[in-house]
């Protein structure tokens, strides 16, 4: 069975799914469940602590899907350290998507305190998994500092662009020793499954999802390109060529 | 430079003539662009725009979509005093206005505190006048302080102050900070203003630099609508805009359009703007740029909400009490402006979910470890 391990944990799904932008917590919901995901983010700041029975994170426990507290917000390692310590506390996990984009405009992180904050957290005991820009040297970075995994991004966020960030992309996935997990800029199934083709362990998605027309169907879209697009490189691609070549070769007789 | 220096360069006549002699074909291509000049803004403002407002309404509403999700986040004033050193012609808390002048206590501002919070609401907006020796910067953050367990995001509107007041103010809690230029149009502010700190139309319009260079996460900006040529007055704000987010590149903007409605013993001004011209207001910036967080008070009419909130609008207020201590009913102390929406925040909400959207009461965890 081709399963997705991250830190020791196993997934059947290589879809992780985004829960801000929907129009209700129920659709929200109905949409984490057709999409077949294993694990959710959610926003830390959106979450009222002191409030057991608000609304999302009713919706979100009650589905029985893990959950992953994310730092969006913070602009450096001093309040990501503090938010994922609270994090840990309010929500009983260890695990931590790591965001930290100082710039609130196209909400690119920030690699210098990425590394930081992913230094000190890893040594508290926390799974890291970091949001970062497609850089294959601040992976081998973040590896070295005890990161579960790396998301780097295929676009800005939000921005459907697809897999802008490509030949980054394909030179991190060749060298890592962590999941790779493309997030942001996933606007179209056929881009995530481009990404799984490419060698991605997981995509996250949540802009294409959350405001399309009909965000269930278009879960259950997303759930069918990421398996076909793993199947298919399970099942090893044939290399890309720019000249033709015949499927009856005419040397063969020579073998 | 400052931005004053680069407000110069553009002369007010130049403005004027870039905005009214926009031509229809401008239009269209402000609205084709990637990123929109100040040209493209002039244009998507000009009256030559008015026959493209839906259009401009389509792409609006696609582009809030898109960066802001189906969600509209909720906020609610809190008056903490109507004193006021100032003479603004269009204020309820003009300091010529004999009303009865109130500053809340400790325990009236709690008071109002858990009225607010019972209507769900965690994100409080505080205002004041201006009235330095009675409500300055000690008074207010030490409200910041007090109100810090009970609401996850405070922003508030006040007087101009210094950088290292609003340093103050962050550490104590404060997340935004609204100041509202009211009017660009210099040689006619002092009318406006006529006495007290806030005729100082420099120190007004530094402000939002002074607060960048504080660290405060968002600057709120605007003009009061109504007061002089809105189109021009807008023009000047997006120049302002363009200036800040460049320079302070690690702070959010948003962005409220006050208009001026009757407000106690105070004439109304003869530059209003329709509701027609408004939309097209609203769209034009979120064309312009489309990470900035769009507000709308409870000054404007029902429908007029209930129909804008799909176009661009990505924060509300509902249930706004303009008056110190008006949660708790305090009748003697005057409102600042007259609410056209007095519905319940609750009814606010149900309308927002009808629409398709999703309130959004909650937005922000304070991660500073300083608090």
């Not at chain 2, 609610?76 to 206590?105: H, W």
Request: hydrophobic fraction near 40%.
């Amino acid at each position: 069975m081709d399963r997705l391990i991250i830190a020791g944990k196993e997934f059947n799904s290589r879809l992780f799914l985004g829960t801000g932008k929907f129009s209700s917590n129920q659709m929200m919901s109905e949409a984490i469940a057709t999409s077949g995901s294993e694990l959710v983010t959610v926003a830390l700041k959106r979450m009222d602590f002191r409030n057991p029975q608000h609304l999302m994170l009713r919706s979100l426990i009650d589905s029985g899907v893990n959950l992953l507290p994310n730092t969006s917000g913070v602009r450096n390692a001093e309040e990501a350290i503090f938010a994922a310590r609270l994090a840990r506390e309010a929500l009983q996990t260890n695990w931590l998507k790591l965001e930290i984009h100082p710039d609130p405009r196209y909400l690119l992180p920030d690699p210098i305190e990425t590394l930081k904050a992913t230094e000190v957290l890893a040594k508290e005991g926390f799974i890291i998994l970091p949001y970062i820009n497609a850089d294959p040297v601040l992976c081998k970075r973040l590896e070295d500092v005890g990161t579960s995994a790396v998301m780097p991004l295929a676009a800005p966020i939000g921005s459907n662009q697809g897999l802008q960030t490509r030949a980054m992309l394909e030179i991190i996935i060749a060298e890592s020793n962590v999941p790779v997990i493309i997030d942001a800029g996933i606007g179209a199934p056929s881009h995530a499954a481009q990404a799984m083709e490419m060698g991605a362990d997981a995509v996250l998605v949540n802009t294409a999802i959350a405001i399309a027309g009909d965000p269930v169907r278009m879960a259950e879209a997303f759930r069918w390109a990421v398996a076909s697009g793993r199947m298919a490189r399970m099942a090893q691609l044939p290399k890309t060529m720019r000249e033709a070549q015949a499927s009856s070769p005419l040397t063969s007789f020579l073998n | 430079m400052s931005f004053y220096d680069l407000f110069h360069q553009y002369p007010l006549e130049k403005v004027k003539k870039l905005i009214y002699n926009s031509t229809l074909t401008q239009v269209q291509e402000a609205m084709a662009s990637r990123e929109l000049s100040m040209a493209d803004f002039a244009a998507l403002i000009s009256p030559a725009a008015s026959s493209l407002l839906e259009n401009m309404a389509q792409k609006s509403q696609q582009k809030t979509l898109s960066r802001f999700g189906n969600t509209m986040q909720m906020y609610v004033p809190m008056y903490l005093s109507n004193e006021c050193q100032n003479i603004c012609t269009y204020c309820g808390f003009s300091y010529d206005n004999k009303i009865a002048r109130i500053r809340l206590s400790d325990a009236q501002i709690l008071q109002e505190a858990e009225i607010i919070k019972s209507y769900g609401y965690d994100h409080v907006l505080l205002v004041t006048g201006e009235a330095n020796r009675t409500v300055g910067i000690d008074y207010i953050e030490h409200a910041v302080r007090i109100l810090r367990p009970h609401f996850s995001n405070i922003s508030i509107e006040v007087q101009p102050m210094e950088e290292e007041e609003y340093v103050r103010l962050h550490d104590a809690g404060v997340y935004a900070v609204l100041v509202y230029q009211e009017t660009y149009t210099e040689e006619k502010y002092k009318l406006h203003h006529p006495k007290g700190k806030k005729s100082n139309f420099q120190y007004r319009i530094e402000t939002p630099e002074r607060l960048g260079k504080a660290g405060i996460h968002k600057i709120g900006l605007g003009v009061l609508l109504g007061l002089e040529d809105w189109r021009i007055d807008s023009f000047y704000c997006a120049l302002h805009l363009s200036y800040l987010r460049k320079k302070y590149w690690k702070t959010k903007f948003s962005l409220s359009f006050p208009r001026l409605r009757p407000a106690s013993n105070v004439p109304l001004h003869d530059q209003l703007i329709s509701d027609r011209e408004l939309v097209q207001l609203i769209c034009a910036w979120r064309l312009f740029d489309e990470n900035l967080e769009l507000s709308i008070s409870t000054r404007e009419s029902d429908t007029f909400r209930d129909n804008i909130i799909s176009l661009g609008i990505t924060s509300i207020s509902a249930g706004s009490k303009t008056n110190p201590g008006g949660y708790a009913a305090e009748p003697e102390a005057l409102e600042q402006f007259e609410i056209s929406d007095d519905r319940s925040p609750q009814e606010i909400a149900e309308m927002i979910r009808s629409k398709g959207y999703e309130p959004v009461w909650k937005d922000w965890e304070h991660t500073s470890a300083t608090i």
